[in-house]
């Protein structure tokens, strides 16, 4: 199974505890893609929310970044489904 066209075998299984940031550029690849299906992108953006709102232990200047590297389309999207 293909996964985004990544072999499901390069995926690590959630045992192994290795905790792996998602970068903002792949964050919009990812729900830039029309056939990602619906649960998958509530996750994304779930995770998106999550990293915002710092719960990754991130710092304040670590998250702007982040944002900052979303597309603006796509934050736009994101912030107003939190309405």
Do not use: W
Not at 11 to 18: G, H, L, Q, Y
Not at 20 to 31: E, I
């Amino acid at each position: 199974m293909k996964l985004l066209d990544v072999p499901s075998d390069a995926f690590f299984p959630a045992e192994c505890c290795i905790r792996v940031a998602v970068a903002a550029s792949v964050v919009t690849r990812m729900l830039n893609t029309p056939q990602l299906p619906s649960l998958a992108r509530e996750k994304i953006i779930e995770y998106v929310n999550e990293k915002r709102a710092g719960f990754y232990g991130h710092n304040e200047r670590q998250i702007e970044r982040f944002v900052a590297g979303l597309s603006v389309p796509l934050l736009g999207s994101i912030l107003r489904g939190r309405e």
